[in-house]
């Protein structure tokens, strides 16, 4: 068995999923000028991250989540890892920190690779005015839709004895992700994707972010890709978790029910 | 290999199977007053979710579950997301929450897919007035049922290099559960079920709930089920939880013992 | 690949594992008037539960368990889940539940399936005095024995692409169980068991409760068995719990170490 | 497939690995005179348990755990589960309990396979004063070495469709058990080890307990077994625990750091 | 199937990767005067283990971790495992713990093995002074390198049916290696790594701590391994935890967000 070629690929931001509970009981039991205080920070520290919206300094948004797993999504890309580390810790020094506990996280960054886009990494310098850099512009340094839904979750290619992607020749998965991306490109419009790399980051391979108004749309599209190769055969799949955005300034109304 | 032909889907209601833990010491050290408090904000809670209960709205309804896994079952079905994420909000803001703790929570929305009906999704005009109609509403928008007793667990359908569901062909797959539809049928008066989908929303594929007023017809009847092959080589289940349905004015006398 | 033949079964009693740990912590500094409540009411818990001990209304007995999964155990067999449900929310109302938690549960009933008893279930009427109906009737409401020694371990069978059980025809299924019969037959008078089905109802398939005066008897049965290819080939085991029965009564001498 | 010929055991010692987790917090804060009673208790505990040590009674001693899995380990050898129960519930009313957690447990009792040792099996009589026979007792009350380190982990033969351990006939496993003492014999003198069986008594079906003066030597003893096929075919490993022994009366530097 | 060889392995310093998770709302409430101690005794515990940096000593470093998985890494290579033990238990005895939780560790020992340097293993007294001496030494005692962002994670060889690397003939186990550290090389500059082993230390069989001042240097790296037979067939990789390196005097600065 022979090594096979890796893709190329280039890296934008760095992205955090960040997670939290929110203690319930205790915002319950809060006086009410803590309960202020924390609102008010809290929708300081999340403005201020979303208001960081353009390309040169990266993007926040924030969450609502469904279900047990979690309650509060800030989901920060940021140009430096460092700068992604002063955003999760600046979060534990707000008054609303001391309400949340923090539940999950995913940390990756932006990546297109050397599949789809072979001119780009083989003739770099001519391709820079071209829609493929603005492509390749869109997925580094990705803008947060203003979709009311996001669903988040963590991914491997599979490497078993039968289905080994990293087995496949370098013609054959670029095939496989052309198809796949056609699946995609189905739903433009309805369902917008930031795909970012994990690999030496985080437990997965890739983490992948989708976000569309109707979560039925999020639903059909990975509904059909299942059936295409590339996942049937060689996707790994981790946990899955829903939010709706919410504005900053709703904080308190979040958190009043 | 090629890509399969995925099945149309329509969705109908959210469903969210919310699952809560008693924290039974703070419950028995609580001065009355408090536990008179939050036995009357969690009747209003559960009985004004139950109280929506026509076809436009949704249901909900309340169950005690078995075992460690948790102690309450909160079952809401809505249109939209943006109601499941209000009404898990707001049961933390009752005096109850103040005594509950999420054990476990599932998200799905309910569905019909082109394998069993497929006149529908080709013909749809023709068939508005029909039995059909009819039946795909019951599934999109269903009732509750009445029956004491609700077994509800997450699945997916396999993707193993042999046994591959997301592989097959489509008819293949429609006959798989067009025999598998015939089982349940036969428990048809004795077994209801809602199936919902999840892929995107939540950790697997699909979320099964049953409802029967004597447990070992739910057992029999999955018992039956898993020596059909769409189980016995294609399912992978999650975990099951089991629990009995009280009305919401019966929680003073759950909470009593 | 056709669907196989269920075999039919027969339910008896539910059954429920309640594990629960002790917190020691708590118990060591509690007034010695609130330990001595608790030893009151929990030996009338404990024993009231195993005084209902005819084939008519279940039976009950209490287990100190080995190592750090758990410390007690108490096993409830009775003829409705009501019963069941309203035993597990009653002990929650006990001095004694303030010292422990909830660790561990499972919830299955009792069984009897047509692969050993197909005349049973071929023809009722006539088989109701004979042993094998004394046999059945041992098996759906069985008595606890009085040994010292209990292990539990939940358990399916495979369902894999090459070893599925559910594919294999019925009578090579009937022909594997008996034959593992007879393994437990040469253990009679030393180790006891009780089956109980959890299809629908836990997460495993089944339940399996051994009791023995001596452990090393269970051992030496389930290794025997380990080399019979329905367990070697087809057994999927879950976590194993190891406990000894002590009477009520001794529950002060079993707090006080 | 025909059912396989299981070894004959013998058992001796039942045997507890008690792994429990200081509580540091609770430790730096409590006043001088509880800590002092914890000691105090601590080394009454540890050093009369230790103090049982000839082969009619059982053997204890006490260890360091290395990383965060747990701070104290407490090996218990005992002739009866009874024994194990009582050392077991006798620590939690130590005054040095209220400073622990426990963090894991094993369960298991020390055994000889008919593997090694068939005539021993077969001629029960004659070999009692032999070598084999001495060998036999080492094996099943074993003495625990003075060695410095100690690593344990809990295992299972393999089950799958492929590497079927249990489906091998019985002189196969036996060459294979052969090969594999080789190399622990190799090791005489370095290494020494506690096999003890756990099927239906915990988790997996051994406990493995391994003593040497320097880890290195634990390390190349396993490493070079891993490429022998009773391990790299047949061996499914637990977690892994490293620790190191002290005598019960250097516990108040133990806690001291 | 035989027994295949193993390589000779040598072992350097052990290695401990302690993670701990900051209590944050404790920090945040703690009086200033405890919040001074903390950093004062913290800054001095890791400063004063980083001071030990000769190569008969051992090496310490600090690290911010990114995500939930933990706040902050400790890394320790000493001599003995004494001195790791020593040093774990002398932390929990600062001020800086009491705002602590112990999060995650690893245990693990620096190992050269004979795939790679033969020659070393071989003619053992000639090759002392040569580059290859040295070579063995920089990796049996490592420096940890200034680079800001570290990747660790630990790792198995796979055992399956098909592709088990300890069934593998020596020469091409060695062959794999050589290839895979031929990847390693073209990083040379960019990426260092320190190996090291855990066989019978630790759950998995090695750990791997990657270091680079360029995160996405880590991430083409293992994306490239990824495509390399020693990797896509036989590697099984556990958790990925990323961290950034800060020097012990700025601990006052990290904890204040």
Redesign the interface.
């Known amino acids: ?6 893709p190329q ?1 280039e ?1 934008g931001w ?1 992205v ?1 999923h ?2 939290r509970s ?1 203690d ?2 205790a ?2 039991n809060a006086p009410e000028r803590r309960r202020s205080q924390a609102i008010e920070e809290g929708i300081d520290y999340l403005a201020s991250s979303e208001a960081v919206d353009d390309a040169a300094e990266g993007e926040s948004a924030t969450f ?1 989540v ?4 979690a309650d509060l999504l800030v989901l920060h890309l940021r140009p430096t ?2 700068d ?3 955003l ?3 979060f ?2 707000t008054a609303l ?2 309400f949340t506990e ?6 990756s ?1 932006t990546e297109v690779s050397g599949y789809m886009s072979e001119d780009y990494f083989d003739e770099d310098a001519e391709v820079e005015d071209t829609g493929l850099a603005r492509y390749i512009e869109s997925r580094l340094t990705p803008e947060i839709p203003d979709s009311e ?1 996001l ?1 988040f ?1 963590p991914m491997d290619k599979r ?6 992607w ?2 496949l020749p370098f013609d054959e998965r670029a095939e496989h992700l052309s ?1 796949h991306g056609d699946i995609g490109r189905e739903y433009a419009g309805r369902v917008t994707q930031i795909i970012s ?7 997965f ?1 890739w983490g992948v972010t ?1 976000f569309a108004d109707d ?2 749309d ?7 890709m ?4 590339s ?3 060689f ?1 790994e799949f981790g ?2 978790l ?1 939010a ?1 955005r919410f504005p900053p300034e709703h904080l308190g109304a ?1 958190l ?2």
Chains 1, 2, 3, 4, 5 share one sequence.
Do not use: Q
Not at 102 to 107: C, E, T
């Open positions: 068995m022979e090594r096979r070629r890796p690929t890296e760095y955090l960040d997670f929110i319930w009981d915002w319950r609502a469904l279900g047990h797993k890892l460092a992604i580390d002063t999760e810790r600046r534990e020094h920190a001391e923090r539940a999950d996280s995913y940390l960054v839904f669903s979750y490497r078993g004895p039968e289905d080994n990293y087995d198809s790399g994990s690999v030496g980051l985080d437990d391979e989708l979560p039925t999020v639903k059909e599209l990975l509904y059909e299942r059936f295409d190769p996942s049937s055969r996707a946990r899955f829903s709706r979040f009043a029910g």
